[in-house]
């Protein structure tokens, strides 16, 4: 009848429509738009995250999501894309970013309180200083890495539990897998890598990585284009023997 033809070519019209706006929205905004370098490469990011999250099962409805913020252009990128992530997936989930300031001489945590306030992010700051523990535990020259990332993870999982965060987020990359892999076959003999997701070994924890499959430099040049407050480490990330930095330099030779 004229009508169901009338509903049919209706129906026809509504699905191509969608098609529409859906490729428009897999394109990005046009390359004369204001921002569009910025808002691509958000986008890139996002569908990486999101890829992850599908194959990992990282972030689940419901979830309250302690993203572990270091002052990195990494953990910054992370946080800043987990609220926009909030956006476009169909369940709820919270986050809330958990600075560790472990004393390091001269670390500008006001800066990044200043920024966590000004972006209007739930946050909490705890203070603890491990790193008397650590120069007075590890020898001159070296790693400190090691001990370092056992009383941060150890803090931090305290943390969780204590504000009721069902996950940790943490901003390992798709090259630090990498170079985690190799760092483990290289001189430690084992074909081993960081997980994208995992317990903790007491159970009280979930650590995810929802940056696993992103590139470091592309997230690199996110930060640089968000002018997040980058604050270097000015304790492991000032050490040039590290057996890290070694695979990364063989990395960028190959």
Request: proline share 5%; with cysteine.
């Amino acid at each position: 009848s004229r009508s169901t033809s009338w509903c049919t070519r209706r129906r026809a019209w509504s699905r191509s429509c969608a098609r529409s706006c859906s490729r428009e929205v897999e394109a990005g905004p046009p390359p004369w738009y204001p921002g569009a370098g910025v808002a691509r490469l958000q986008q890139t990011l996002l569908r990486q995250m999101g890829r992850a999250n599908k194959q990992f099962g990282l972030i689940e409805g419901g979830d309250r999501v302690m993203v572990a913020i270091s002052g990195g252009k990494d953990s910054w990128s992370m946080l800043h894309l987990l609220r926009a992530y909030q956006e476009v997936v169909p369940f709820d989930f919270s986050i809330v970013a958990v600075n560790l300031d472990q004393g390091h001489p001269g670390f500008p945590v006001e800066v990044l309180r200043a920024y966590l306030e000004r972006e209007g992010y739930e946050h909490r700051i705890v203070h603890k200083d491990t790193y008397a523990v650590v120069k007075r535990e590890i020898p001159e020259g070296k790693a400190y890495c090691s001990l370092c990332s056992r009383l941060r993870r150890g803090i931090l999982y305290d943390v969780a539990v204590e504000m009721g965060c069902t996950k940790i987020a943490l901003g390992h990359h798709r090259d630090d897998l990498i170079e985690t892999l190799l760092l483990n076959q290289m001189y430690a003999g084992q074909l081993k890598a960081m997980a994208p997701r995992l317990r903790s070994d007491d159970g009280r924890n979930t650590i995810v990585r929802p940056l696993i499959l992103c590139e470091e430099r592309d997230l690199a040049a996110f930060a640089a284009e968000q002018g997040f407050p980058v604050v270097p480490c000015d304790l492991c990330g000032s050490q040039e023997n590290l057996q890290r930095v070694e695979v990364r330099r063989l990395l960028a030779q190959l």
